[in-house]
């Protein structure tokens, strides 16, 4: 909730002509509104990407404590820092992104998982990463123990499937 929210929360609470209108005892009215005042400073974690998240953990137990340093493009390829992370950085709006991540906190963005078939009357049409072989293969619709079945798009990327989010005959499906 931000400043004004509250303000205007609290004059139609107060106001006797709104339908919100109730007849709260003072004391209530006041320990509620300290209540939710006081929540005006808390700040609210942000949300970032994995890669981010792990490289301000990294600075902040083995490199530096200083943000600025952490955010210097120049210091993320002397670390051996991925190319996403620096493009992703000089971005003015990740900078501030990645301030209030650094000074207030943290989630990680869920990243979104597809799931790739072939189309068609096809037996193993499902794409799966079989951990046990280590490689991708087309299988059956069944599950397999030890498959991953779910991929993001930079798995797909990485492992030379990026071809599949524009080739007609898959099916790429975002699934939670």
């Not at 106001?15 to 209540?35: A, D, G, Q, R, W």
């Amino acid at each position: 909730m931000n400043k004004q929210e509250l303000i205007n929360k609290y004059k139609e609470l107060w106001n006797e002509h709104s339908p919100f209108y109730e007849p709260i005892p003072y004391t209530s009215m006041v320990e509620l509104f300290l209540k939710e005042l006081k929540q005006l400073d808390e700040p609210q974690p942000v949300k970032v990407p994995q890669f981010v998240a792990d490289w301000i953990e990294v600075c902040k137990e083995h490199l530096t404590t200083s943000l600025y340093t952490a955010m210097n493009p120049n210091f993320m390829k002397e670390n051996n820092q991925s190319f996403d992370l620096i493009l992703w950085i000089k971005k003015t709006s990740n900078q501030d992104l990645f301030a209030r991540a650094w000074l207030d906190g943290y989630e990680v963005e869920k990243e979104k998982r597809y799931l790739v078939k072939i189309k068609g009357n096809i037996k193993e049409n499902t794409l799966v990463y079989g951990e046990l072989l280590e490689r991708y293969f087309f299988t059956k619709g069944f599950t397999l123990g030890n498959a991953i079945y779910h991929h993001t798009h930079k798995e797909l990327e990485e492992a030379d499937f990026g071809w599949v989010f524009d080739c007609e005959g898959v099916e790429v499906q975002e699934v939670e």
